[in-house]
């Protein structure tokens, strides 16, 4: 993991496209703002952590109907 130290309105950048801004600090938090392609998802750990059990759970959900669906004889 690389670790910097930036001073607000200083920023870091990803690559060729994406900056991130620290934009203020308040208390113990810190402002982000991130410019990135719109293609680029961009989410809170959170976020992406749930977003990713629940296509993993749709994913299974599709894949056991599929089975049913191969394992019903028509009549």
């Known amino acids: 993991m690389l670790v910097l130290n930036r001073k607000e309105g200083e920023s870091v950048r ?3 496209d ?8 308040e ?20 976020i992406y952590v749930a977003i990713q059990k629940e296509n993993a759970e749709a994913a299974n959900v599709s894949e056991n109907l599929l089975n049913l669906l191969k394992n019903t004889k028509k009549d």
């Open 18 to 25: 994406i900056t991130i801004k620290v934009v203020g600090i």
């Open 27 to 46: 208390g113990g938090q810190v402002k982000l703002g991130i410019e990135a392609p719109k293609h680029v998802g961009i989410h809170r750990q959170e």
């Open 14 to 16: 990803v690559g060729d």
